[in-house]
């Protein structure tokens, strides 16, 4: 077993050993001693070589040539004693090259989401009148109508004593032109009594009877007539009274002739 002293002084042979100096001077004695006995049976080897027994001052100058030494120890002594060069100047740029071709045409995106109303806008000037058109063609006449009368009768109706005047025969008409006849049959219960009669339009009196002196018990026949214009349908009427004794009338008849 090696003792530590012994360890020391090979650790430092072999630093020794690294460098460049040692290290050529050792290959180039293995080159010189190997010789032909090297070739013939190997028997020396590079281990056989004791670290620091060939110094640089061992080989004389020139016993070494480079082509001697391997490719791989002559790029080893070029790093190790030249360095790395400087660094040259930055080549021109070059010329732009050509422009690629077009790519093709990327898909549609989809439709974007409608936007919202506007608001109403004014509403515009009205337009200028139209011109009239011509006037229609006249139509034919029509068939002219029948003139029938329109009439009314009444039977026996009690005319009270000192009452309102009491109708005793009435007859609806519509608006229009007419001849108005109008009857009727007077009694009373009483002598020298008063009994009047009116025909009306409406409201309004259009003829007028008044009786006095009447016998008692008596029955006399009172006539009426005019001529009127209703602007809206109407109604024509016979109103009578008896001032002292009850009475009554009968055999009433009203008749409204249209004249157009």
């Known amino acids: 077993m090696r003792s530590r002293t012994t360890k020391r002084p090979r650790n430092r042979e072999l630093r020794r050993w690294s460098n460049p100096s040692t290290f050529l001077a050792g290959v180039a004695l293995f080159i010189a001693l190997g010789g032909s006995a090297v070739a013939a049976n190997s028997l020396i080897h590079t281990g056989d070589i004791a670290p620091g027994a060939v110094t640089s001052t061992a080989i004389r100058n020139g016993g070494v040539r480079p082509e001697d030494l391997s490719t791989k120890t002559r790029a080893l002594l070029q790093a190790t004693e030249g360095g790395a060069g400087e660094k040259g100047d930055t080549g021109s740029t070059g010329a732009p090259g050509t422009n690629g071709a077009n790519g093709p045409n990327g898909a549609n995106g989809p439709n974007g989401a409608n936007g919202p109303n506007g608001a109403n806008g004014i509403d515009g000037i009205d337009g200028t009148d139209g011109i009239d058109g011509t006037n229609g063609t006249n139509g034919t006449d029509g068939i002219d109508g029948t003139i029938a009368p329109l009439s009314a009768t009444a039977g026996l109706t009690a005319l009270p004593t000192a009452s309102p005047p009491t109708t005793v ?92």
Not at 173 to 199: E, F
Request: aromatic share 2%; charged share 10%; with cysteine.
């Open 169 to 260: 025969v009435a007859l609806a008409v519509p608006a229009g032109n007419y001849v108005v006849l109008a009857k009727t049959q007077l009694s009373h219960t009483g002598a020298g009594d008063t009994v009047d009669c009116v025909l009306k339009a409406g409201a309004t009196n259009i003829d007028r009877v008044s009786m006095k002196t009447l016998p008692a018990l008596a029955a006399i026949p009172v006539s009426l007539q005019a001529v009127t214009v209703t602007t809206s349908p109407s109604q024509l009427s016979v109103e009578c009274d008896v001032l002292t004794a009850n009475g009554s009338a009968d055999f009433s008849s009203l008749i409204a002739i249209p004249t157009g």
